[in-house]
């Protein structure tokens, strides 16, 4: 391409949707949101989370899409011409630079996870689940993938191969094509698992679980993993949303596709705890085993049904579809920042960024316990829960509080009114969760966290 380059649109509202959705469903769904849910003690976790995802998480979906739809470049980008227009301080690009660091540390450790699902597609190909129980299902994950490092390496540099290859095509060759077919194939399969586990397991117990609040279960830490996970899973506050924003058009109305976002994304995620939890219940399991739920839960189902190898192999397929999709949108807005400051090639630039992440995201897979960096202890964590911690429950939830506050209150409401294009009496509803809600309810989380 010669000369000045062009920034990319998407070709239709639909691929949009496709590709917003396919970055907000991934691994935070089906493999985080059990996990976090299991350890939150169920009900009270997620009647929060639902609350953050659309009191809070909605409305800051509508405003980081209209910011990159309204900025045309990358969130950096994007950040430094909008406060330049609306006459504000350059400061506010800041929230552009955490989101592309941001999303380079997700990805350095999501790819690692995207590993695992990979592998899982492996192991049920060749049988490995055939009549495991609950001991051997736990040991096929920590020995034989958490604690094999070289194990573990190469299928993290398959995914991280696999996540630059498409980000280097491009938004409309890449990504378009693999998510409009795979991701409503995904839906279909979870539904599926819900069916078996609600036939063959004990739903009941899962249901009275995930919907039955119990006041014990509630406190500050419980409320700020819900209020990162709601981020987390929508994609919210490192840039991914920005820039997916920057590729629409006019035509399309943010409202609504924010609307659809969030609900297809939650009901991905609630159908992820009904497929696990009554296998949890049903084999003895732990809900707070953490990172390993699903990995421990799932071969035991898919080792017992008919067509287990087959139905597993799909599943682990189509997740490992869905941590692509997301992880593409994790590698974009450094893809993008770099892309439009150089004059490097975008297929250059995904290359070096990839391998840079896929290159820091060994360093988690070498801290998890057992392993040779396993002793390492940030804030009391391994590398790969501190890296979550930090950009879950400290980067996002400030993120998201500085693009309420900068939507809010420092770009005018009638720039807003005409970036978003709604009806009067939504974009009231909007603009008074936007101003009002979301700061506070982020705000009093915060305080709570670290006065508490
Ligand atoms: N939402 C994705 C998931 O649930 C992960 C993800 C993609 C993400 N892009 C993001 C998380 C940006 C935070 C910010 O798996």
């Known amino acids: 391409m010669a ?41 009270v976790f997620v ?95 920590k020995e034989g993938l958490q604690q094999s490092e070289t194990t573990m390496i190469l299928w993290h540099a398959a995914f991280m191969f696999i996540t630059i290859g498409i980000v280097a095509k491009g938004v409309e060759d890449g990504l378009e094509k693999a998510v409009t077919f795979l991701m409503p194939a995904l839906f279909v399969l979870l539904l599926f698992m819900v069916i078996y586990a609600a036939v063959t397991a004990d739903f009941l117990k899962a249901l009275d679980f995930l919907f039955w609040p119990r006041a014990k279960d509630l406190t ?56 696990i939890f009554p296998l949890v219940f049903t084999y003895g399991l732990k809900t707070g085993e953490g990172p390993g739920l699903i990995f421990a839960t799932l071969p035991i189902a898919f080792g017992s049904m008919d067509f287990g190898v087959i139905i597993g192999t799909l599943f682990f397929t189509l997740l490992a579809v869905a941590a692509i999709t997301s992880a593409i ?33 060994t360093l988690s897979a070498m801290g998890m316990p057992g392993n040779s960096l396993g002793d390492v202890s940030i804030f009391g964590m391994n590398i790969m829960d501190a890296k979550g911690y930090i950009t879950n429950n400290v980067m996002m939830p400030l993120g998201g509080l500085f693009i309420a506050l900068f939507v809010g209150w420092f770009i005018s409401r009638k720039t807003m009114m005409e970036e978003l294009a709604m009806s009067e009496p939504s974009f009231r509803i909007w603009y008074l969760l936007v101003r009002f809600v979301c700061p506070i309810a982020i705000s009093v989380v915060f305080v709570t966290v670290a006065f508490g």
Do not use: C
Request: hydrophobic content about 50%; glycine content about 12%.
């Open 220 to 275: 500050v830490d419980v409320a700020l993993n819900a209020l990162g996970q709601s981020f987390f899973s929508l994609s919210l506050a490192l840039g991914s949303i920005m820039t997916y924003g920057s590729y629409l058009t006019k035509d399309v109305s943010i409202g609504k596709s924010a609307v659809t976002i969030a609900a297809a994304d939650t009901l991905v995620a609630i159908m992820a705890g009904l497929a």
């Open 329 to 361: 949108s994790l590698l974009e807005p450094a893809v993008s920042y770099v892309e439009e400051r150089t004059s490097l090639s975008r297929r250059q630039v995904a290359i070096a960024l990839g391998v840079a992440a896929f290159l820091i995201g």
């Open 47 to 141: 009647l929060i989370y639902l609350f953050f995802i659309f009191f809070i998480g909605t409305p800051v979906l509508v405003a980081e899409l209209s910011l990159g739809r309204r900025g045309q470049k990358s969130p950096i980008g994007s950040m430094e011409k909008i406060a330049k227009e609306e006459g504000k301080s350059k400061l506010w690009s800041l929230i552009g630079w955490s989101g592309v660091i941001g999303g380079f540390v997700v990805i350095s450790y999501y790819s690692v996870v995207g590993g695992w699902t990979l592998a899982y597609v492996a192991n049920a190909a060749i049988g490995a689940f055939e009549g495991v129980d609950k001991v051997s299902a736990a040991a096929l994950f």
């Open 3 to 43: 000369g000045a380059k062009q920034h990319a649109h998407w070709s239709s509202r639909w691929a949009f949707m496709m590709a917003a959705v396919g970055s907000a469903v991934g691994l935070g769904n089906i493999w985080k949101f059990p996990y976090e849910a299991g350890s939150g003690g169920g009900g």
